[in-house]
């Protein structure tokens, strides 16, 4: 028989069965039991793992929403297309639709001209039409006669002035609105960014409102902080001159800021015309 089973300071003998209170005694724990605990002044993390550098928090990104591209202007070929067919109808309707199609005409160019040339067609078929219906072989012979002329003249005439109701070169202005909104969207940036300031001066500095020339997650929509952007910054703003830039550098030295444009332009002495451009850009933040 093995006696060191039998004795007392055995730890834990062969065929005693296992205690899980013995090893909490001894600081021992189970894969799943309570996580130890960092000593004090030590960060507890992986290997190689240090605390992140605090910085200003990031925006979420948004997801991408559907775009709904514009309708596809219609190409060359098809407006060639349509400004034959158009062209064509006083020709295959033997001149009786020379009066639609340049009423179609005088709408779609909006001319008062053409409605006049459509309002003549209309009334030189009226007159057809009466001469035909008469029952005399005279006014039957003048009325075909008149028909004929309408349907020559009429065809002509669509021909030749087939380029200027279907131009090749219609008129887009997608980007100029596109551009619209964007300086839109920019102004209001801008009056959402003074009334932040306005509001609570200490959040603005904070996003760095004013401020280009540093590193910020905040849009202002383009505005300058008179009272501390740096000599380079304010040059760029609309009707300032190097002169300029130095005298308000200067007086802002001197006095600590500026309260307005306004206050800028007096002690900058700063011409009056140049006021209006600057003050859709500038703001004074103490």
């Known amino acids: 028989m093995n006696q060191r089973a039998d004795r007392p300071d055995d730890p834990v003998p062969h065929h005693r069965p296992h205690d899980p209170r013995a090893d909490h005694a001894r600081g021992h724990f189970p894969p799943h039991g309570p996580a130890p605990r960092p000593a004090p002044g030590r960060t507890f993390g992986p290997p190689g793992w240090r605390p992140p550098f605090p910085g200003p928090p990031v925006p979420p990104v948004p997801p991408l929403a559907p775009v709904r591209p514009h309708p596809p202007a219609p190409g060359p070929s098809q407006e060639t297309a349509r400004s034959v067919v158009w062209a064509a109808v006083p020709f295959v ?15 779609r160019r909006r001319s008062w001209s053409l409605g006049a040339v459509a309002a003549g067609y209309g009334l030189g078929t009226a007159t057809v039409l009466t001469l035909l219906q008469v029952g005399n072989p005279v006014f039957a012979v003048i009325g075909t006669f008149l028909a004929i002329l309408l349907w020559i003249a009429g065809t002509g005439h669509a021909f030749a002035v087939r380029s200027s109701v279907f131009p090749r070169d219609i008129p887009r202005n997608r980007r100029n609105q596109h551009a619209i909104e964007v300086a839109k969207y920019r102004r209001s940036l801008r009056e959402e960014a003074r009334a932040l300031a306005a ?34 910054i304010l040059a760029a703003l609309p009707g300032m001159t190097p002169e300029m830039v130095e005298r308000v550098v200067r007086r802002r030295e001197e006095q600590g800021g500026f309260m ?6 007096v002690d900058a002495d700063l011409p009056p015309d140049a006021l209006p451009q600057m003050a859709e850009y500038t703001i004074f933040l103490r």
């Not at 309707?93 to 179609?104: K, Q």
């Not at 401020?211 to 000599?231: E, I, K, Q």
């Not at 307005?260 to 332009?265: D, H, Q, R, V």
């Open 93 to 107: 309707t033997l001149g009786y639709g020379t009066p639609f199609s340049f009423c179609y005409a005088a709408v």
């Open 199 to 232: 509001e609570d001066p200490a959040l603005a500095r904070e996003l760095r409102i004013g401020r280009p020339d540093v590193p910020r997650t905040y849009d202002d929509g383009g505005l300058v902080d008179v009272n501390h952007a740096p000599p380079e």
């Open 260 to 265: 307005s444009a306004e206050e800028m332009a």
